[in-house]
Every structure is written in C-alpha cells, then in structure tokens.
C-alpha cells in the first residue's frame, strides 16, 4: 500500500482504539483524527469538506431539534406516565409497555433521544416497584434498537445508508420494517426466558418524594401535527423531491417557531457532540476512499467464488464487528466499498445496503460499546446508582444478538 494508504489505515485503527478505550470524547477522537489527515497531506482541506455528506448532518440536527419541542411539550414524560399507570404495579406489565413503546417511537424518532427520554422514567417506575431496573434498562436498549431499524431515520447507521444508497423513506421501510417487527416478536416470545426481574439491592438509596405534575403544554397538538407532516414529506420524498436532511431542518424551524425560543432552542437541544464525531468519520471516509484503499477491498469482495453469498457475508461480518466496535464509524467505512461495487456492474443491489444496515442493528445489541444508545442507556443507569458493566450488558445483549441473528440471516435467505 502506498503512503496515503497507510495513513487513512492507521487513522481508522486509532479512531477503533480511542472509542474502545474511552479517554476522550468521540467528537474529539474524529475530528482529531481528521485534522491530522489534513494536515498530513493525506487529504486536502477540499477534499476533506467534499467528503461530509451534510444531508445526513442536517438530518440529524433537524431530528434533535423536532424531538427536543416534543420532549420540552411534556409528550414523553406524558407517555412515560401512562405507561406507568397502566403497568399497575405489575413488573412484567410494565416491561411489555415500555418494550413496544419505546420500539415504536425509536422508528420514527432517533432511538437515541428516546432512550434520553424514556430510560429515566421506566428506571423511576422500576424503583416505585422496588426492582431493580438494570434488566428492564437492558430489554428496552434491544428494542430501541431493533425499532431503529425499521425506517430511515430510526437509527444513526441507517441515515448513512439511506442517503449513500439513495433509499427513499418508503424503500426503507419496506425492505426493513418487516425483519424488525419480526424480530422485535420473536425475541418478545422468549423474553421470559432470557430475563429475570429481581428485587433492587441496594442500587439507588435515595428518598423519593411525590412525582411532579405533568406538564403539558398547549402547543403540544399544533407540534404533533408539524411532526406529522414532516414524517409525511420522508414518505413521500421523491415525489417532492427535496432531500431528507432539508426536509428535517424545515421541519425544526417550524416547530421551534411555532413553540417559541428558536435562537436557544437551536442553541441547546443540538447534539453538537454527535454532529461533530459524524463530521470526522466522513473526513476519515473520504481519505479511505480517495486514497485507494477502497479498491483494494473491493476487489477482495468481487471474486467469484462470494457470488450469492455475499449478503449473507456482509450480514454476518458488520454484526461481528458491531458487536466490537461502534456500528457507525463501521458503516461508514462500508459505504464507500458497497458504491464501488454497485458501479463495477456487480449484479448485487439493495440487498447489500440492507444486510449491513440489519447487521449493525443486531450486532449492535451485543455489547455496551455496539451502538450509541447503549452507551448513552449505561451513562444514564451510572447516572442512577446503577452499576451497568461491560460484562452484564453482554450477557444479554450477545443472546439478543445471537437469536435475532438467525432471524435476520433467515430473511436475507428468503428475500434476496
């Protein structure tokens, strides 16, 4: 390999042991990691700003924005209630209500946000029951997950792809919403099996005193409506033909105008670390791309004895190293190689987007650092009082991940 080649290699492994280890933020460890390409020659300050696909970063700041309103309109801590009320007291009840609830709103939702909103609830309602909330924590992290999955903009990997792919909303959810609902009732049937809820044990001491009123704004209903018609523009995005990303920023402004506070609304409820670490990852991309280290794996990938199997394959390899590595950075890395292989007259199509885009959602539920909501799920229960370690989120998350596998390669069996 020559020079640049090296460099973009050695850039990608250090982005892998910086995130594994954890010193630093992940928005510094990318944008670092890009500077330093930069600045090496390996790529060119122009080269660099072509490379950030700025349709998936509107996307993601128009979706943070939308979800903020909903969340400061009091529509989650309301959900979270209800739920809580209708559980009655039942902790198995309370762990179905919760597990659809969350499915549900992570596919139209960033899976993300719904766990910053809906975690600290089912933990308070965990400890109303005296239980002890890390195993439910566990099952909704899976099916946040898992609900991710089903649409475009349910979770960060599938964002990547849909735009590099060119999948509409609608293209989305018809070659994934139905492996997600699948999997998401597969894994329901043996939930009570793999889950034991147990009494809390000394996890968190602190002295509850009544839950606070729900407030609820006026405006909810008008916010609700604009989210409404901004879900309806993702569906029918190539007839209108405005890009996702565009769509999800009109949508932040309107709903921000209309709730009121735009300049500290934008300001607060962006991500800007999230933003930040997707920016680098691209920059990284890019340099991988541009130095010709893509060609390389592309021509590994293009022999002829993979043939049929090779969705299968990339199914199978993204869920490996999601399991290990974070799925984003890994996707993002795999979208270059799938582009090279559409254009060199591969006979494959969607079925390869598809299968890494299932990949890094199964593989993604096996261990704490597989996927973003899992780790922002274990800050929240540290948060808490509770100890969530690499080692217990594994032991349930790698069964989840093993079961829903079998399904997942089962379908890509079946449908492609």
């Not at 080649?5 to 990691?33: C, K, P």
């Not at 909704?140 to 991710?148: D, E, H, K, R, T």
């Amino acid at each position: 390999m020559t020079g640049p080649q090296w460099m973009a290699v050695i850039a990608l492994a250090a982005l892998y042991a910086l995130l594994l280890g954890d010193w630093f933020h992940r928005a510094w460890v990318a944008l670092g990691l890009a500077a330093a390409l930069v600045l090496s020659g390996t790529l060119s300050p122009a080269a660099a700003f072509g490379s950030i696909d700025w349709n998936t970063i509107f996307l993601l700041a128009g979706m943070m924005i939308c979800v903020a309103c909903l969340g400061d309109a009091g529509l989650f801590s309301y959900l979270g209630r209800r739920a809580k009320h209708y559980a009655n007291g039942k902790p198995w009840r309370l762990l179905w209500i919760f597990y659809v609830l969350t499915a549900v709103i992570s596919a139209f939702l960033d899976n993300v946000t719904t766990i910053l909103l809906l975690a600290p609830i089912l933990i308070e309602a965990a400890e109303e029951m005296d239980l002890d909330p890390i195993p439910l924590l566990l099952v909704q992290v899976i099916a946040s997950n898992l609900g991710g999955v089903a649409t475009l903009v349910g979770d960060p990997p599938n964002i990547l792809i849909g735009t590099a792919a060119h999948l509409s909303f609608m293209q989305f959810a018809v070659n994934l919403g139905p492996i997600a609902v699948l999997m998401l009732v597969f894994l329901a049937l043996l939930l009570p099996g793999l889950v034991r809820l147990t009494p809390r044990a000394g996890g968190s001491q602190r002295l509850r005193g009544p839950s606070a009123a729900i407030q609820i704004s006026p405006k909810l209903k008008g916010l609700l409506a604009i989210i409404g018609l901004m879900l309806a523009a993702f569906v029918l995005q190539r007839q209108i033909g405005v890009a996702v990303g565009y769509i999800a920023l009109l949508g932040a402004l309107a709903s921000t105008l209309y709730a009121g506070g735009l300049r500290s609304r934008w300001y607060r409820h962006i991500d800007y670390g999230t933003l930040g670490f997707f920016v680098g990852v691209f920059v990284l991309v890019g340099a991988l791309e541009s130095s010709g280290f893509v060609h390389y794996v592309v021509q590994w990938l293009s022999r002829p004895g993979l043939g049929p199997w090779l969705p299968l394959l990339l199914f199978l390899g993204t869920a490996v190293f999601s399991a290990l590595l974070d799925n984003v950075p890994l996707v993002a890395a795999l979208i270059p190689v799938l582009e090279r292989l559409a254009g060199s007259g591969s006979h494959f199509g969607v079925e390869l987007w598809i299968a890494i885009g299932l990949g890094a959602a199964v593989g993604g539920n096996a261990t704490v650092i597989g996927a973003s909501a899992n780790v922002v799920a274990q800050g929240l229960s540290i948060e808490h009082g509770y100890a969530l370690s690499f080692t217990r989120f594994a032991r349930f998350g790698m069964k989840a991940a093993g079961l829903t596998a079998l399904v997942g390669a089962a379908y890509l069996t079946v449908r492609f």
